[in-house]
């Protein structure tokens, strides 16, 4: 990335700071990885190999992501521990982390909206193309928003006035797109859910199939509501805190990043480091439950 000599006043000190409570948050979470990795293959040996693949991408792309995690850590404290705060300039690392960590977000997405593709065909719903099509534009603009993100980052120095518009521009975007696409993910499967519950009720199809399915759509029904809830508190923590405190008041307010001196906070590295990291433990915890909606219909 390019470098400068000029670092912003009390960079160093916030900037550190918050970057170690975001690693430690994801390397604790990248044991909550290891666990359900380990969890699904022993108790799924039977599952298809696409999911065993997916689980396995899914735990490279944390591992990977821990792996620049720490070398983003051995940079600031030992690499550069002469000089801490000589930091205008962010380590390769960073943009490894960042991409891998967009990465993991368009599979999570991906992984909601083909089982979401999947139940509706199932049901023989004529509108699951229209659905699964909408969903799909979403994650892919959150991620080439995310790209163009970590593009930005790498041309600027983090001490030139063209980093400000960074969140105002591609960063926001991104995580307005995110947001739009979990919350999108979670009013389908709730949606689909409901209207599955409504026929077990309705038509009893608890006679022709499992006594106890009823209670098994309850539980993907608050599992799918209570993951979506999750993800959109952690993006819209991020993209309030990214845009800038003051949200009233003239555009230059809102144009914002944290990067500028005048927040004297990086608070968002608490959030987004560790975030793709959640949107991995979700897919994995989909993956380990008995009857799951993909491991219904396989």
């Known amino acids: ?43 799924y040996k039977d599952d298809r190999l696409q999911w065993k693949g997916l689980v396995a991408v899914l735990l490279l792309l944390d591992t990977a992501k821990v792996a620049a995690g720490a070398e ?23 943009t490894i982390l960042a991409v891998i960590g967009i990465v ?40 080439a928003m995310g790209i ?9 120095d983090a001490a030139t006035e063209a980093l400000k518009g960074i969140s105002a521009r591609s960063g926001v975007i991104q995580l307005t797109a995110n947001i739009a696409t979990d919350l999108y993910i979670t009013i389908a499967l709730t949606w689909i859910l409901r209207n599955f519950q409504s026929e077990v009720e309705t038509r009893g199809l ?35 805190i990214v845009s800038g405190i003051q949200w009233i008041g003239v555009v230059d307010d809102v144009l914002q990043n944290l990067l500028d001196d005048k927040h004297k906070t990086y608070l968002t ?18 993956c380990v439950v008995p009857y799951a909606p993909f491991r219904v219909q396989c």
């Open 148 to 156: 163009v993100w970590i593009t930005e980052l790498n041309i600027h």
């Open 269 to 286: 590295n608490i959030v987004w480091l560790p975030q793709s990291t959640v949107y991995c433990n979700s897919v994995l915890a989909a």
């Open 206 to 240: 608890l006679r022709d199939y499992d006594s106890n399915l009823g209670s098994i759509v309850s539980r993907l029904f608050a599992y799918s509501a209570s993951r979506g809830a999750l993800l959109l508190v952690l993006q819209i923590v991020e993209i309030t």
């Open 104 to 143: 993991t977000v368009l599979l999570s997405q991906c992984f909601y909206l083909r089982t979401i593709y999947s139940v509706c065909t199932r049901r023989r719903n004529q509108r699951r193309a229209v659905i699964a099509v909408i969903g799909v534009f979403l994650a892919l603009l959150g991620f």
């Open 1 to 43: 990335m390019a470098g400068s000599n000029a670092v912003p006043t009390g960079f160093g000190d916030a900037f550190l700071n918050t970057t170690f409570v975001g690693e430690f948050l994801l390397f604790v979470l990248y044991g909550c990885t290891l666990g359900q990795t380990v969890h699904y293959y022993s108790q």
């Open 72 to 94: 983003i850590l051995y940079y600031y404290t030992v690499t550069n521990h002469q000089a801490p705060y000589n930091i205008a300039a962010l380590p390769p690392a960073y």
